[in-house]
Nanobody, 122 residues
Framework: QVQLVESGGGLVQAGDSLSLSCAAS????????MAWFRQVPGKVREFVAT????????AYAGAVKGRFTISRDNAKNTVYLQMNSLRPDDTAVYYC???????????????WGQGTQVTVSS
């Protein structure tokens, strides 16, 4: 069992940066693949980034590659998403997720946080 809590969302202007954190409970954090997804009303949950158990092999959606960075600190049971050069179309609820497989598909992740709202104004 894994519990995830996101934090760091807020309202920013286009071009600004924002850092999200996802804190996990227990000592099983390092056994999970971690990922970030985002979702807007009426749309399916969209892949953003994922990272392997040891923190290697990050992967990004094309829309965020070069602007966002995913990282994890297993000692702190935390995964991060550093977002730079934010655009209005980055506006969404951002969710962190944990699962057994390295994947860009939301169906492969077993645990989800409640989400944190990111709003980027133009």
């Amino acid at each position: 069992q894994v519990q995830l809590v996101e934090s760091g969302g807020g309202l920013v202007q286009a071009g600004d940066s924002l850092s999200l954190s996802c804190a996990a409970s227990g000592r099983t954090f390092s056994s999970n693949i971690m990922a970030w997804f985002r979702q807007v009303p009426g749309k399916v949950r969209e892949f953003v980034a994922t990272i392997s158990r040891g923190g290697a092999n990050p992967a990004y959606a094309g829309a965020v590659k070069g602007r966002f960075t995913i990282s994890r600190d297993n000692a702190k049971n935390t995964v991060y998403l550093q977002m730079n050069s934010l655009r209005p179309d980055d506006t969404a609820v951002y969710y962190c997720a944990a699962g057994p497989d390295y994947s860009t598909m939301s169906q492969t992740y077993d645990y989800w946080g409640q989400g944190t709202q990111v709003t980027v104004s133009s």
